[in-house]
């Protein structure tokens, strides 16, 4: 399904949109890939909303990328005796391995990794940032705290230690089941919590073995400091900023993400900017100004996908949030200062012989009468290479592999064919001419520019480019048959 925009759309799935209609409508309206969200739902509930994804792929013709969220470590404090206490600033407050319930004076922290890996000075965050507690002293089964912001605190609320590296593995054992069991449905991506350090991408990579990409989510401030060794080892990148924005000083949270966009977009890897980004239509049937300009803002940085969390899982309008998602990138990509900021941050490091046929591409298209850029591809690694180029014209991704069609569903301009397995470079020229014709995307007598890598089905063997004109002429020429 042909998209009148560059930047993709992730809708999560949940409560309110896990219906045969609601996801074909969701999906009509503007999503281009669906997560599942591990932390919610019973196994029976990921593996029927799989189902009627499939289902509604084949309907529509339209390769649909699927993307598991793995639910990671959770720290929780224990349960209190009141439900809740009210915690003032000043006061001294503790946190122990013990199983009592809690009372204004302390409350269970089942997590003994956490005192080991604390100092004095260390801040722990309650309830998303609610509540900030200072280390003053602690053991191994302690910690005694000053709290320096007060509130409510209750059952089971979550904490935050944004200033260590906690001693803890990225995959949990529901993770590892929960991972298993997403690979053997067939889902194109993986998307993995709590990641401080290239050791957790790794490991969930050799889990996975190859049956889904891996994408990695910064939500740590530890990962920030590992992000080359992280984004080196993984496939694509999440810029998780709930919880960044809980472990960091909010102002932080904007050149954060903008550099982590540019380093994705260097390394020709995709990145979805996510969280609370159209969060007043949970409830409201129009999305605020600020969250308007918080989508445009990630577009204009030139995020591969964008994406919704709550408006589409539990919310009161979740096509509508799709199609704000989508009008506002159609308006966005079409304001000139987008082209301008687009281009002007590209990347212009080459450092191989496909680097410079994908540069080359876009460099033909931009001079000449060009409608499209069509590469033939088994890997998806010739699309991303155009992809980090933004070129101007549609990027069409032609493959024999639906993973790949899948996978590709989550990058920028990419816009994906099925086609038969080719042995020759004349076949995928013919093929895509058709398909560029037959899609739309170019009619009678226009040029497009076709590159692939030969031999085939060797991954990053980008070498050859050739503009073709696509008329009949041209293709009984090449395949008289």
Same mark, same amino acid.
């Given at each position: ?212 990409? *891996? ?14 060794? #992280? ?67 990630? *577009?204009? $940085? ?8 709550? $408006? ?145 089905? #060797? ?23």
């Amino acid at each position: 399904m042909r998209r009148h925009r560059n930047v993709k759309i992730v809708a999560t799935l949940g409560p309110a949109s896990d219906d045969y209609l609601t996801i074909k409508s969701l999906h009509l309206a503007g999503a281009d890939v669906f997560r599942l969200n591990m932390s919610h739902g019973t196994h029976d509930d990921i593996a029927q909303r799989h189902k009627t994804i499939r289902i509604i792929e084949e309907e529509l013709n339209s390769p649909i990328g699927i993307l598991a969220d793995l639910q990671g470590p959770k720290l929780r404090v224990g349960e209190f005796e009141n439900d809740f206490e009210t915690l003032t600033e000043g006061q001294g407050f503790r946190l122990d391995l013990k199983s009592d319930l809690g009372t204004s004076k302390r409350v269970s922290l089942p997590h003994p990794e956490i005192f080991a890996a604390l100092s004095n000075g260390s801040v722990l965050l309650v309830n998303d940032g609610k509540i900030k507690l200072e280390v003053k002293s602690f053991g191994k089964d302690f910690a005694d705290c000053i709290v320096k912001a007060g509130g409510v605190i209750s059952d089971r609320k979550g904490v935050n230690v944004p200033d260590v590296i906690l001693p803890l593995a990225a995959l949990s054992d529901k993770d590892r089941t929960d991972l298993e069991f997403a690979c053997s449905l067939g889902i194109d991506w993986l998307a993995l919590s709590f990641v401080q350090r290239p050791e957790d991408v790794r490991e969930a990579r050799e889990l996975a073995k190859g049956r889904a990409a *891996i994408l990695s989510k910064i939500e740590k401030p530890a990962a920030l400091s590992k992000f080359d060794d #992280i984004l080196e080892c993984s496939d694509g990148i999440m810029v998780a900023r709930g919880d960044l924005g809980v472990e960091l000083p909010v102002q932080n949270v904007p050149p954060v993400q903008k550099r982590l966009v540019r380093a994705c977009r260097a390394a020709a890897k995709p990145v979805i900017v996510a969280t609370q980004m159209l969060e007043s239509m949970i409830e409201s049937p129009v999305p605020t100004r600020a969250e308007v300009s918080d989508v445009a803002t990630a *577009i204009y $940085e030139g995020a591969d996908a964008i994406m919704l969390s709550a $408006e589409s899982a539990a919310g009161l309008y979740p096509v509508d949030a799709v199609q704000t998602m989508d009008n506002v990138a159609v308006e966005v990509e079409s304001d000139p200062t987008y082209r301008e900021i687009i281009e002007a941050s590209r990347n212009a490091r080459r450092n191989s012989v496909a680097d410079g046929i994908v540069s080359a591409a876009r460099e033909i298209a931009e001079t000449t009468d060009i409608k499209a850029i069509s590469c033939y591809t088994q890997s998806g690694t010739t699309a991303l290479l155009i992809a980090r180029e933004k070129p101007r014209v549609p990027i069409i991704a032609m493959t024999s592999e639906i993973e790949t069609a899948r996978r590709l569903s989550l990058t920028w301009g990419t816009n994906t064919l099925m086609s038969g397995a080719k042995q020759r470079f004349k076949e995928a020229v013919v093929s895509a001419v058709r398909g560029a014709l037959s899609e739309g995307y170019a009619v009678e007598n226009d040029q497009i520019v076709i590159t692939a890598g030969v031999p085939f089905n #060797i991954p990053g063997t980008t070498n050859i480019l050739r503009v073709a004109p696509c008329n009949e002429r041209m293709i009984y020429a090449m395949d008289p048959e």
